[in-house]
């Protein structure tokens, strides 16, 4: 018991001792201006980096993701179809849909599909 308790501890200063030694290495002691600039190649921008980009190319990015995403869950529910009953899959299948229509007719209505205002 008493070795194991030794070991523990032991454990636990090595541990402490290599996340002091890790933090006291890593500390930077100087700032340096073209370090902390966008671009670490020694050439001063162009243009600032922080342009802001188009809220139609977010929002149609968004909807590919909730659609892709979508389409990933209605891959399984063809193998699914061998297993279950005819009438449960043909209910969860057709609600799964109008609901994924429904957020089609949404976004449409709302806009997010226009790319030109």
């Not at 200063?13 to 030694?21: N, Q």
């Amino acid at each position: 018991m008493a070795t194991n308790m030794i070991m523990v501890t032991m454990a636990a200063a090595l541990s402490i001792i290599l996340m002091l030694l890790c933090t006291l290495i890593s500390i930077k002691m100087t700032k340096d201006r073209e370090k902390s600039s966008p671009f670490e190649c020694g050439f001063d921008p162009m243009s600032s980096p922080r342009n802001p980009f188009s809220i139609q190319f977010f929002l149609i990015s968004m909807i590919f993701l909730v659609f892709d995403v979508e389409i990933a869950i209605i891959i399984p529910m063809i193998v699914i179809f061998k297993t279950s009953s005819m009438w449960t899959w043909m209910m969860v299948m057709s609600s799964f849909l109008i609901v994924l229509i429904l957020g089609l007719y949404h976004e449409w209505n709302n806009g997010a599909l226009k790319w030109i205002n």
